[in-house]
């Protein structure tokens, strides 16, 4: 079946610097790959759209000069949490999915602590 | 806008028992419906999928039916098993421009089964 890989799983930084968490599918090419943010007991919150070759759609609210997300290829989506913070700290998850198909494979997500 | 609505929880049941947890929605034309699960730390997993009216989804004993009438789409398991331990988020998906299928998700029942 589908399978995506995001990584790292975890992943402690300090304030003031950037992390990269990687999305890739493994085993088929996602056209369209979703972030989300779960804070602790809570639901999943739609982050961003992104589309590969062209920029992200991002939800309201969502800063996106403060999480770039790059789609440069069919098999990888990138999330870059830049100059983090303390409230940035929460699990990260991304999913991919293909054009005008309702099936979506979620990565296993990534633990960010900023310290 | 769409939306989905699942009983809070925690629910706690002893192995063995009858679970039920219901969601309802609330969206215009013809959503597909899912359950998805989500084991402690990781990322989730579809459990389930519905894509029209009177469709029932099943999978490791778990089912639902789509229940346009209602607008529900109801999680049960006749006997549940300390491995079934987790979140379960109902969720909905339709069309959301260029094709994309964007998942709206309900905030997650956490269950618990005690041996």
């Known amino acids: 079946g589908a399978v995506v890989s995001q990584h790292p799983s975890w992943v402690i930084c300090k304030s003031g610097t950037s992390v990269k968490i990687e999305c890739r599918s493994l085993?088929?090419?996602?056209?369209?790959m979703f972030w989300y943010r779960q804070f602790p007991k809570q639901s999943l919150m739609l982050m961003a759209t992104?589309?590969?070759?062209?920029?992200?759609?991002?939800e309201q609210g969502v800063e996106k000069d403060k999480f770039l997300i790059n789609h440069a290829s069919l098999t990888l989506s990138t999330l870059t949490v830049t100059s983090a913070h303390p409230e940035d700290s929460s699990f990260y998850i991304c999913?991919?999915?293909?054009?005008?198909?309702?099936?979506?494979?979620f990565g296993s997500g990534t633990r960010l602590t900023v310290v | 806008g769409d939306s989905v609505t699942q009983m809070e929880g925690p629910v706690t049941l002893s192995e063995e028992a009858f679970l039920t947890i219901n969601c309802t929605y609330t969206?215009?034309?013809?959503?597909?419906l899912f359950w998805y699960v989500q084991y402690p730390g990781e990322g989730l997993q579809l459990l389930l999928k519905?894509?029209?009216?009177?469709d029932k989804g099943s999978n490791k004993g778990f089912e639902a039916t789509y229940r346009k009438e209602t607008t529900s789409f109801h999680l049960e398991k006749g006997s549940v098993q300390v491995s079934d331990s987790a979140v379960y988020f109902c969720?909905?998906?339709?069309?959301?421009?260029?094709?994309?299928?964007?998942?709206?998700f309900g905030k997650g029942t956490l269950l618990t089964v005690n041996p």
């Open positions: 999913s991919a999915t293909i054009l005008g198909h309702y099936g979506y494979t």
């Open positions: 969720a909905l998906s339709k069309p959301s421009g260029g094709s994309n299928y964007k998942l709206t």
């Open positions: 992104s589309n590969e070759g062209s920029k992200a759609t991002y």
């Open positions: 085993d088929f090419q996602a056209t369209t």
């Open positions: 969206a215009t034309g013809y959503p597909s």
């Open positions: 519905a894509t029209k009216a009177d």
